[in-house]
């Protein structure tokens, strides 16, 4: 069974990428994640209106984080301090040693090896430092980028679900073949 303590987040970096945790700071770039068409075309979540929406998220995120329920990363580049991106696991249970992974881009940095290079990482984390035993993810059959970055992360289909939703799963021995 895991046990979490994200007391002291974990920052977490790439070649280009600072994945660290979210501050009020980073709620016009929240904002915009949550309230673009093309970011929120397959995720089932309301529509951000107004930006106190996004430093309520934050806090809310913040506070899943404190009672170690969830990991949100927020993605950004070294040499900028504005956000391009998010990556988080949610819906842990700790009695599976599992989790799922949930990410989102700004549409202006999509399909630039970003979310790769994002996914690696917390998958490492997740595998090496948290001990998770496999991490589910939850795509719609339509979004192909995200099936992409699953694939090449040797993430298997487990099941077609309702919606056209498709259900992947990486478990750690097929993460330790890559």
Same mark, same amino acid.
């Given at each position: 069974m895991l046990h979490l303590n994200f007391e002291q987040f974990p920052v977490l970096t790439t070649e280009r990428l600072i994945l660290r945790q979210l501050t009020r %700071? %980073? *709620? =016009?770039?929240i904002f915009m994640l949550r309230s673009d068409d093309a970011v929120n075309e397959f995720i089932d979540r309301q @529509? *951000? +209106?107004h930006l106190d929406e996004a430093i309520q998220f934050i806090s809310k995120i913040n506070n899943g984080? *404190? @009672?170690?329920? *969830?990991m949100y990363w927020g993605i950004q580049f070294k040499n900028e301090a504005r956000l391009v991106g998010t990556i988080c696991y949610w819906n842990i249970i700790k009695e599976k040693d599992c989790a799922e +992974? !949930?990410?989102?881009?700004? =549409?202006a940095f999509q399909g630039k !090896? +970003?979310?790769q290079e994002a996914i690696e990482t917390v998958l490492r984390f997740a595998f090496d430092s948290l001990k998770f035993s496999s991490v589910v993810a939850i795509a719609h059959k339509e979004n192909i980028p995200s099936l992409?970055?699953?694939q090449r992360n040797n993430f298997e289909l487990k099941n077609e679900m309702e919606d056209n939703m498709l259900e992947y799963i990486l478990h750690v021995k097929n993460f330790n073949k890559v």
């Open positions: %700071d %980073d *709620a =016009p770039e @529509k *951000a +209106i984080i *404190a @009672k170690n329920e *969830a +992974i !949930g990410y989102e881009l700004l =549409p !090896g +970003i979310m992409k970055v699953l």
